[in-house]
């Protein structure tokens, strides 16, 4: 298991970008899927983003495709959500979540076995 640190939430307008980051403990870093959920009121979690131990493939929602940008700087043991032309259905916690060697092409949060605190993203109108 990793221990996992997600910064960079915050409040924006509509239309405007975040970047969201998530560090990871640990020395083998590199061998973990990572992925991004996230989680408004009243709603189930719902997976984002995410990003393959090995080859680095991407993979997205619909809903944040061509908006949302994963990547990882395994030197850092860090992961990134670049979030542009957010829309106030953006607005929910996010989550960073690990798991070891996984690969795969459809994600659940059951997938994953180590997740981050949360960190808020509000978008207003």
């Known amino acids: 298991q990793v221990q996992l640190v997600e910064s960079g939430g915050g409040l924006v307008q509509a239309g405007g970008s975040l970047r969201l980051s998530c560090a990871a403990s640990?020395?083998?870093?590199?061998?973990?899927?990572m992925g991004w959920f996230r989680q408004a009121p009243g709603k189930e979690r719902e997976f984002v983003a995410a990003?393959?131990?090995?080859?680095?493939?991407?993979y997205y929602a619909d809903s944040v495709k061509g908006r949302f940008t994963i990547s990882r700087e395994n030197a850092k043991n860090t992961v990134y959500l670049q979030m542009n032309s957010l829309k106030p259905e953006d607005t929910a916690v996010y989550y960073c979540?690990?798991?070891?060697?996984?690969?795969?092409?459809?994600?659940?949060?059951?997938?994953?076995?180590?997740w981050g605190q949360g960190t808020q993203v509000t978008v207003s109108s």
């Open positions: 990003i393959i131990w090995s080859g680095g493939s991407t």
């Open positions: 979540a690990a798991d070891r060697l996984l690969r795969t092409a459809v994600f659940t949060p059951r997938d994953f076995g180590s």
């Open positions: 640990g020395r083998t870093f590199s061998s973990y899927t």
